[in-house]
């Protein structure tokens, strides 16, 4: 069965601040990241649509500890963010010193932009991910 | 299905960097099963084994292959269970149903594996391979990063100040470095406090060392029979009476339940039902203590206290030794240690530990019925068993 939205061009998208979802024909829900079904339904009658990049932070943490040839990454806030379209995502989060970062954050309106994971051995090339900035 | 049971159960003592092999660990921990059971390895029919990182911590792919060879049990099938945290629980979970099908009598179950020897930084990105590579994995996820953020989002959802959570899940980490300290066979046998657990260093906001388990080496190994085989081998058999396994994907699906982990709340509901039990009915329980917080998401997951209510059941001693449930005598993998591969079996060894009453200062007295709970990723498997004295 072919992808409605792989990986690749989902990668691609987001490389130009452009964040694609699936919306089910069946039930309505919105899919993101795609999957080769809807994420509610299991339905595969999906259009591919473009999201507004915007939502609210559910949760965050700041790494201090990090993975092997990431340390120059750190510290970094990872938040999870729900769009105002409904799936979450999880991205880094910019305009704030990481170490000052606290709860009060969450539940804070953000907008995304994106930034890129160049890609380690094992990584299988690069990857984006969404870099939000408050405000929205 | 016929009744199965587990007749023999071994481990090596969980460290830090290990001289021995990934296949040796097993080796041992295998023996002392197969021992304990009045075996040889020429009895056992099947291997599943337990191992997450083998390639990357040794260059040894396919272990399992070896270790039985290794063992003396030549040629016979032999595989690989790659659940993350969880893997040797999915073996175990896998070796019961061989056994309970009537396709083998005697079967060995286990894990293995030398996490520690790949040092922090190879350790951190390689437990991180549990995550999603291609949604998660690019914002620089860690699996302490992934409980550091469901600390957050329990603290909001409950409404509990984030200093009085902190402080709830010290106890979760000085509790397990309690019963630690009991157990030779654990990576840490020292007590900690509260002040040390809260002056740690800070490696996933809000989680701070002590709130983290180790990366460990170790192995650890269980016999099941038929329970025709078992009532010729032992007057103790530890009958498996209940099993669960669910899956999850990344944790971005899984928005409408986090803190709680869905694959949990299937996974257990399983095992109780297959049991005819519920959480009451536990004696002892041996769960995923990966991270403090990891601890309170799982007693209420597996339906120990209500959602919201664990952090103050620990406060008031509820998960310690004459409490409601006890919790990890063994140390968890906070103290006992977390060798991956190998942790679900090497909580079936302490629980059937615990049902033989051979536990020692740390026993619970009169333990009939146990439970282990095994967590492999970011929920992506969760495994319940639960056993019960056969005598």
Redesign the interface.
Known sequence: MEHKLSFKDYNEALKQDKLLGLKCKQCGTITVPPKITCGQCAGTDMDVIELSGKGEIQTFTTVFVPPEEREAEAPYIIVLVQLDEGPWIMGNLAGIEPDKATMEIMGKRVKMGHAVFAGDKYSDGDGARPLFSFGA | MRKVAVIGVGMTKFSGKQDKTCVELFGEAAMDAINEANLKPKDIQALFVGNVLGDFSEGQGQPQAFAADYIGAFNVPANKYENACASASAAARDAFMWVASGFYDVVLAGGTETAAKMG???A??TF??GSD??????????F??VF???T??Y??KHGIP?EKLKRQMAQVSVNSHYYGALNPKAHFQKEITMDKVLDG???????QLLDCCPFSDGASAIVLASEEKAKKLTDKPVYVVGIGQASA?N???Q?DY?PRLRSRELSAKQAYDMAGLSPKDIDVCELHDCFSIATIIALEGLGFFEFGKASEAVERGETKIGGKIPVNPSGGLKSKGHPIGATGTAQVYDIVKQLRGECGERQVEGAKTGMTDTLGGDGGTIVNLILKRGW
């Open positions: 922090t930084p190879l951190t990105r991180a391979m590579s291609r949604y998660e994995y690019p914002a620089g996820i860690t302490p990063g550091a953020m469901l957050h989002l603290a909001k984030l260093f800070m490696v996933c906001q809000p989680l994907g944790l971005l699906s928005k986090l």
